[in-house]
T-cell receptor
Framework: AQSVTQPDIHITVSEGASLELRCNYS??????LFWYVQSPGQGLQLLLK??????LVQGIKGFEAEFKRSQSSFNLRKPSVHWSDAAEYFC????????????FGTGTQLKVEL | DTEVTQTPKHLVMGMTNKKSLKCEQH?????MYWYKQKAKKPPELMFV???????INESVPSRFSPECPNSSLLNLHLHALQPEDSALYLC??????????????FGAGTRLSVL
């Protein structure tokens, strides 16, 4: 079965600093990968997705992610963090077959210091 | 437009009450989902509807009863809930359930408190 690991439960960065959130997946075939963001008390907003092709994908709000098959990773990056980026970030994978369920990582809580 | 609308935003109910959560999308999506999310946890899948038919029930207790009246609407009927059912209930929709069709867009959720 597919799984997603987000090793960092909490991350704190200063406003204006760069950000990288880690995501590792376990899945036999090429996965469909997603990053979602959730502000407190809100729903999940899709930041970006990877299905195939160019391994560097651009998303909304200045985020990007790079798919590295050799490392089974799909890390999220942003060159300069804004205070409004403080939120919970979830990496997720859809595994074809097995009901095509969206499997989430445990999330990373991002705090931005002013 | 990638909007999924959920009502109400907040709901407080007693353990003997009957209430319903509503979800609506107008993106022409044919798959709709209910998730339950506890604080500081990822969403947990409850139900999946595909083409208005229930395709996945993740062994959810019968006190939760989903309904898909048409391709744009999804309801979750609640009856005799327990305090541990208090959570954020999220609705999502996607074009379909297979692979690249399964890009899920989420609503803002209903915050449910069971007293």
């Amino acid at each position: 079965a597919q799984s997603v690991t987000q090793p960092d439960i909490h991350i704190t960065v200063s406003e204006g600093a760069s950000l990288e959130l880690r995501c590792n997946y376990s899945y036999g075939a090429t996965p469909y990968l997603f990053w979602y963001v959730q502000s407190p008390g809100q729903g999940l907003q899709l930041l970006l997705k990877y299905f195939s092709g160019d391994t560097l994908v651009q998303g909304i709000k200045g985020f990007e992610a790079e798919f590295k098959r050799s490392q089974s990773s799909f890390n999220l990056r942003k060159p300069s963090v804004h205070w409004s980026d403080a939120a919970e970030y979830f990496c997720a994978v859809v595994a074809t077959g097995g009901g095509n369920k969206l499997t989430f990582g445990t999330g990373t809580q991002l705090k931005v210091e002013l | 437009d990638t909007e999924v609308t959920q009502t109400p935003k907040h709901l407080v109910m007693g353990m003997t009450n009957k209430k319903s959560l509503k979800c609506e999308q107008h993106m022409g999506h044919r798959a709709m989902y209910w998730y339950k999310q506890k604080a500081k946890k990822p969403p947990e899948l409850m139900f999946v509807y595909s083409y208005e038919k229930l395709s996945i029930n993740e062994s959810v207790p019968s006190r939760f009863s989903p309904e898909c009246p048409n391709s744009s609407l999804l309801n979750l009927h609640l009856h005799a809930l327990q305090p541990e059912d208090s959570a954020l209930y999220l609705c999502a929709s996607s074009q379909g359930t297979g692979g690249a069709w399964n890009i899920q867009y989420f609503g803002a959720g209903t915050r449910l408190s069971v007293l």
